[in-house]
């Protein structure tokens, strides 16, 4: 056969085949009828509204502790601040020497460390806030396979979890919460017998008709992102402003000099951000400018780098697809940590977590305001700050527990947030082998089913 023969073969083998199919298809074709909102109706004991750093470790712990929990999450997978923001750097865990913060929040950070091929840093070494800082016992992990395994640990423990879904109404009818939400196409009414919320803003708190707490002016958010591209040798720093000497360090990309610490960069964390001011993360509108507003300064950012020797090609490898909110509202709760509890390290009769880490209020267009710890102080938080005031049967976790706004400022963070988590979550589950509601529980309780999932309680 000829190359002309064969060219006619192949082309009349292919309009076959391409008939064929298109005459298959086109007969597949129905009319579908429209689609109905999915209406349902469900019952659970736990309910955490919140899938992020709080709400993923209390979802487990109540599911590990045998009861029927569920967990809503409005975005599209669980983690939080550690996964959708990027902060991938959840501390901190141990203090002096020893490890003050433990169970199934550091069970999944080590866990996603080890599956990573990561190393934890030395712990031994203790921070003396002058020249070792507290940065320095942060876990750096993988921020995309810790919400897999968030993911796979809440499916382990039986929690159930509904993605893409949130509250908009919240009701205490006869002893149980009924709880509407709506989501993609459905719509549902949840029954339960305990809530935690773990928004982050005390939504549901809100919903259900609790008193909050908000500062007039708010911490900026940050909107994390990675960049590279840089050309080290014509790289000159006399001629880049200042201001900016910070994000070309913390974004490095793979180079000789970015692992040398001579080089021009020495090593730091491996992302940047820019400041988002007031970020408020409460509602849909709210979100949207906030990372929208985040979005507009990045592009600002890029195109003046780029305008400075060696940064001509700076280039965005890696950006968050949400803004990372530091400080929203707060629950007025049985009992208020402030900043005095916080940085003297009181112990309370009801202490269910620890705390470590410094006072550490963002402040857009100043510097950091930071108070370290004393040596050997460690702060402690009660689980009457996890209680909203008047309530029953509702707890919450996270960065909305009751406090002043310097304490809150230490207590957001991701290690101090998974501990709340933990404790919140043993308090429901308990709450409903009891039938009490969470202020009447026997503490030393509470502590003990802490303690039997790993958990490190004040003493």
């Known amino acids: 056969m000829d190359k002309m023969e064969r060219r006619l073969l192949l082309k009349s083998l292919g309009a076959f085949s391409l008939g064929a199919v298109s005459s298959a298809l086109s007969k597949g074709e129905d009319l579908a009828a429209p689609y109905k909102l999915k209406k349902s109706k469900l019952e659970t004991d736990v309910l955490i509204v919140g899938g992020g750093t709080a709400g993923v470790i209390a979802a487990i712990q109540a599911g590990r502790a045998g009861v029927r929990t569920t967990i809503i999450e409005s975005g599209s997978q669980l983690g939080g601040t550690t996964t959708t923001g990027g902060v991938v750097f959840p501390g901190i865990f141990h203090a002096w020497g020893k490890q003050i913060i433990a169970g199934i929040g550091w069970e999944l950070v080590h866990d996603c460390v080890q599956l990573d091929g990561g190393e934890l840093p030395n712990f031994s070494i203790i921070p003396n ?85 908000r500062e007039a002016d708010t911490q900026p958010g940050s909107l994390i992102f990675r960049i590279g591209g840089y050309d080290y040798e014509s790289l000159d720093l006399d001629k880049i402003p200042e201001k900016y000497h910070g994000k070309l360090r913390q974004n490095m990309i793979i180079s000789e000099k970015s692992a040398n610490p001579d080089g021009t960069f020495p090593p730091n964390v491996p992302y940047g951000y820019v400041y988002v001011p007031s970020a408020d993360s409460t509602t849909a509108e709210s979100h949207t400018l906030a990372n929208m507003q985040g979005r ?103 960065r909305c527990v009751s406090s002043d706004r310097l304490a809150n400022s230490a207590l957001r963070v991701q290690a101090s947030c998974m501990g709340m988590g933990q404790a919140a979550g043993a308090a429901a589950a308990l709450a409903c082998m009891k039938q009490k509601t969470p202020l009447k529980l026997p503490v030393k309780e509470v502590q003990l089913l802490i303690e039997e999932h790993g958990g490190i309680v004040p003493r």
């Open 129 to 213: 806030n002058t020249t070792v800082r507290h940065w320095r016992h942060q876990v750096s992990v993988n921020g995309p396979l810790y919400a897999l395994l968030a993911e796979e640990k809440c499916t382990d423990a039986g929690v159930s979890i509904r993605y893409y879904e949130t509250p908009i109404e919240i009701n205490f009818t006869d002893g149980r919460w009924v709880v509407k939400t709506i989501g993609k196409g459905i719509e549902a009414e949840i029954i339960c017998k305990q809530i935690i919320d773990c928004t982050g803003n005390a939504y549901a708190a809100s919903l259900a008709g609790y008193d909050l707490l």
């Open 296 to 398: 507009t300064n990045l592009l600002e950012l890029l195109r003046e780098l780029r305008t400075y020797p060696g940064c001509g090609k700076i280039r965005i490898l890696d950006l968050k697809t949400e803004t990372a909110v530091r400080e929203t509202y707060r629950i007025d709760g049985e009992y208020k940590v402030t900043h005095g509890d916080y940085v003297e390290g009181r112990v309370f009769d009801d202490s269910i977590s620890h705390s470590f880490y410094p006072i550490d209020l963002h402040r857009e267009g100043k510097s950091i305001y930071q108070e370290f710890l004393k040596e050997d102080v460690v702060a402690c938080i009660p689980l009457r700050a996890l209680i909203p005031k008047g309530s029953s049967n509702f707890l919450v976790a996270g």
